[in-house]
């Protein structure tokens, strides 16, 4: 009866340490609670209120090549993208799996 007593302590131990580890972890980063592009100003580099496609390229991009989604967010194929060409935009939804079944 002492074992099964015993593990049963242990195992709640265990348990209890393991939450209270989880809630006082660190506070996730800024990038980690950021979803979608980032802001403007970020991608701004230079401040002229216009983004190019060198200052496009200095960030990293979660799929596809600089150049054709750079061009995808340039509605108006001036070579830059406005303030208001990056707010309106809305990247394209990943491609849906197909259920193996």
């Not at 580890?21 to 970020?42: I, L, M, T, V």
């Not at 061009?71 to 849906?96: F, G, M, V």
């Amino acid at each position: 009866m002492f074992k099964l007593s015993s593990k049963i302590v242990v195992c709640s131990s265990l348990m209890l340490t393991s939450s209270l580890a989880c809630s006082y972890a660190a506070e996730p980063s800024q990038n980690d609670k950021r979803r979608g592009p980032p802001p403007f100003s970020r991608l701004d580099l230079n401040g002229d209120q216009a983004i190019t496609l060198e200052e496009f390229k200095q960030h990293r991009i979660p799929r596809g090549d600089h150049e054709r989604v750079f061009a995808n967010i340039d509605s108006n194929d001036d070579q830059q993208i406005s303030e208001e060409e990056h707010n309106s935009h809305r990247p394209p939804c990943p491609p849906r799996r197909k259920n193996a079944g």
